[in-house]
């Protein structure tokens, strides 16, 4: 059994990552925090893809549903209304 380095198994993980950490320092501090950890960053990073992966996936049955192969804005819109448990 190979082990990784943290330094590797960070590396590997940002690999898969879509929505990237640097960003999402800069929204945090938009946000109004003085200091941001990286690991706040990564957090904030992770349930942001999660949250944007349901919303998408809810989307596309919207599109599809509507006999449309292209998500639109108002798919999303609703998707995310939905998702979210906005009105």
């Keep these: 059994m190979k082990y990784l380095s943290i330094r590797e198994e960070n590396r590997r993980m940002a690999m898969r990552r ?8 800069k929204l945090i501090k938009r ?13 904030l990073s992770e349930i942001l893809e999660e949250v944007g992966l349901k919303v998408a996936k809810e989307a ?14 108002r798919d999303i819109e609703i998707a ?5 448990g906005r009105r």
């Design 80 to 84: 995310a209304q939905k998702v979210l």
């Design 60 to 73: 596309i049955d919207f599109a599809h549903h509507a006999g449309r192969k292209t998500v639109k804005a």
């Design 31 to 43: 946000a109004g925090a003085a200091r941001v950890s990286e690991e706040s960053a990564i957090a």
């Design 18 to 25: 879509i929505i990237k950490i640097a960003p999402m320092h």
